[in-house]
């Protein structure tokens, strides 16, 4: 598979929608929001990552939102779909669930409960292992936020790049994506995504080849103009419009997170509804500062 093709663009790390009240998932919701992604120029979607609050979902739970992705994207569209698991046996398993509804990349956030024991030889057995099993290719998930402070270092990009089942890795951390980029063995089938805003203009420019962006949850073809502008080597008008999306991002839901999103989403007429225990929703002080945010750049 020309992996490149596959990733080349946008994906919002979409957001579970839950029931008012019941907090059960509401795939009708999800699937009303896919069926407006599919009329976006998103590449495709990356369900169960962090916005998907994959943590709080049962495994059975996840497999049913996979269902509704993979029944009612469009079929130009890709699928990452969030699946580590702290063990490379569960990982193996629960792609394997995936890989049969007809998911096309398994995004795998690294193991990190025993988090000193996850040294690179660690991470490179079980990136390997889980790779050599699944009947999709998978990516490596770098959050260390939400890794108990596991970084994937560049020296393990180099170990597993040129693996011919890992085909890249979204980077969220804060550490610079340029090294990460340049770690890639030259001719390799690994590619990097930005796994923020902040990073997606400067990685586009190194030669990451798309971003997973939470701003794409509520605005995806803002995100995709950067990347238009980007490849049709509008360089002027492509660095004023990074320094104003990522302006707005940090002055919208930036600094709430997957809270911030979700209530961005309801404004801009998509569903994200509230999030699950333990996670408790914006305060409507929150959520009017956030619409003032947005309208204030002709958003709303």
Not at 146 to 156: E, F, K, M, N, P
Request: net charge negative; proline share 6%; glycine share 8%.
């Amino acid at each position: 598979m020309d992996y490149a093709s596959r990733l080349n663009g946008v994906f919002p790390p979409c957001a579970t929608v839950f029931e008012a009240g019941t907090e059960e998932v509401a795939f009708d919701r999800i699937r009303g929001n896919l069926e407006k992604y599919n009329s976006t120029d998103i590449r495709g979607f990356m369900p169960l990552g962090t916005n998907g609050e994959f943590r709080s979902l049962t495994d059975e739970e996840s497999v049913k939102v996979i269902r509704v992705y993979a029944k009612y994207r469009d079929p130009s569209k890709t699928i990452l779909a969030g699946a580590g698991r702290e063990s490379a046996k569960a990982t193996i398993e629960i792609i394997k669930l995936y890989a049969d509804l007809g998911v096309d990349f398994a995004s795998l956030l690294p193991p990190h409960y025993f988090t000193s024991a996850m040294t690179d030889d660690a991470l490179v057995r079980y990136y390997t292992s889980v790779a050599d099993a699944s009947p999709v290719p998978v990516l490596l998930y770098n959050i260390p936020k939400y890794a108990g402070g596991v970084v994937i270092s560049t020296d393990l990009i180099r170990r597993v790049a040129e693996h011919p089942n890992i085909a890249g890795m979204k980077d969220t951390s804060s550490e610079p994506i340029v090294p990460y980029i340049d770690a890639v063995p030259r001719g390799s089938n690994f590619y990097i995504l930005a796994g923020t805003i902040n990073k997606f203009y400067e990685g586009l420019k190194h030669g990451a080849v798309g971003g997973v962006l939470s701003i794409a949850d509520y605005l995806p073809e803002k995100c995709c103009e950067l990347q238009r502008l980007h490849e049709a080597g509008k360089a002027d008008e492509a660095a004023s419009f990074d320094v104003w999306i990522r302006k707005l991002s940090s002055n919208a839901a930036g600094k709430y997170g997957v809270l911030g999103v979700k209530a961005a989403m309801d404004i801009m007429g998509y569903a994200g509804g509230a999030p699950r225990l333990p996670l408790a929703p914006l305060t409507d002080e929150q959520k009017a500062g956030l619409r003032a945010a947005l309208e204030a750049e002709g958003m709303v």
